[in-house]
């Protein structure tokens, strides 16, 4: 899975991860109002989007400063 990561260009990474993070909280709030989800359950999911996320965001951070090395 991690290939598959590293192989999606750094600008698609950086929006991918960027917006799990944005709308993860307010789709896990939405879900709240609907369905009555406990709040460590909220925490829990929202604890593994963000890490997910963050993986995406570094992917992208990774690839920009190799690419930066590069030109040096």
Request: aromatic share 8%; charged share 15%.
């Amino acid at each position: 899975m991690l290939d598959k990561i590293k192989a999606l260009p750094e600008k698609v990474s950086f929006a991918i991860g960027f917006s799990l993070i944005l709308g993860s909280g307010l789709l896990l709030f939405l879900l709240s109002l609907l369905f009555p989800i406990g709040t460590w359950t909220t925490m829990i999911v929202g604890g593994i989007v963000s890490g997910i996320a963050i993986i995406f965001i570094l992917n992208a951070a990774d690839k920009r400063h190799s690419h930066i090395d590069k030109k040096k």
